[in-house]
Nanobody, 115 residues
Framework: QVQIVESGGGLVQSGGSLRLSCAAS????????MGWYRQAPGKQRELVAS???????NYAGSVKGRFTISRDNAKNTVYLQMNSLKSEDTAVYYC?????????WGQGTQVTVSA
C-alpha cells in the first residue's frame, strides 16, 4: 500500500522559516520524481518545487531563492526548506510522487504565514 505523508506545516510569522517533510512508503522511492505543490483558498493547485529521480531541480519563480527542495533516498523522504516566508505562501502544501503512469498524493499540510 502506497503512503505519502507530509509533516512540518504550521503557523509562522512573515520572514520566518519552516521545513516540510514528506515520507513515502510502498514505492521504490529512488525511481520517483518528487514534487511539492500548494493550493491557496480559491486558487488552483500549483507546482512549488520538484526534484527528479536524478536530482534535477525545478522551482516556481515565486519561490526561487527562498525555497529549497531536497531528497534523501535512504530515508524515502523529500524535504522543502522554506525561508523568508511571505503571507502569499499561505496554502495547503501537498507532496507528489510520480513515475511513468503512477502518480500519488499526500493529504497535505497547512502552512500559514502571518503578516
Amino acid at each position: 500500500q502506497v503512503q505519502i505523508v507530509e509533516s512540518g506545516g504550521g503557523l509562522v510569522q512573515s520572514g520566518g522559516s519552516l521545513r516540510l517533510s514528506c515520507a513515502a512508503s510502498g514505492i521504490i522511492f529512488r525511481l520517483y520524481g518528487m514534487g511539492w505543490y500548494r493550493q491557496a483558498p480559491g486558487k488552483q493547485r500549483e507546482l512549488v518545487a520538484s526534484i527528479s529521480s536524478g536530482g534535477i531541480l525545478n522551482y516556481a519563480g515565486s519561490v526561487k531563492g527562498r525555497f529549497t527542495i531536497s531528497r534523501d533516498n535512504a530515508k524515502n523522504t523529500v524535504y522543502l526548506q522554506m525561508n523568508s516566508l511571505k503571507s502569499e505562501d499561505t496554502a495547503v502544501y501537498y507532496c507528489n510522487a510520480n513515475y511513468v503512469n503512477q502518480n500519488y498524493w499526500g493529504q497535505g499540510t497547512q502552512v500559514t504565514v502571518s503578516a
